[in-house]
């Protein structure tokens, strides 16, 4: 049975349509991002309801922001994200719903 996300996470991790990792969000540390949401999705057991998916440049007008990720179902977009934002995303925004308005895009 396939099972039903509450949030599913898009993070940049800066692929250019070559392949090549050399985008803003990859220099600014999305690996680490990524591999920081993961660590605290299974600390937290919330792997059922968040996925978390690394995706190559969103290519909007926004690279240079980065790093850069948006969460569904809201579409929320935050921008110059870093690794010790994670944490707080999580508390504040997958377990209780709530923007963080300091990281959201312009
Ligand atoms: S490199 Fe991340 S949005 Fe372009």
Sequence with gaps: MRRKIKYHILICNGTK??????GVCYKKGAED???KFDKLIAKYGM??????SSCGC???????KGPNMVIYPEGIW??????N???????VHLKKG????RLLSD
């Design 17 to 22: 349509c070559n392949k090549v990792q050399q």
């Design 33 to 35: 991002i990524i591999s």
């Design 47 to 52: 792997a059922d309801e968040v996925l978390v």
């Design 58 to 64: 969103f290519r909007n007008g926004i690279t240079n």
């Design 78 to 83: 935050y921008s110059g994200v870093t690794v």
């Design 85 to 91: 934002d994670v944490e707080e995303i999580v508390e």
């Design 98 to 101: 709530n923007i963080i308005e």
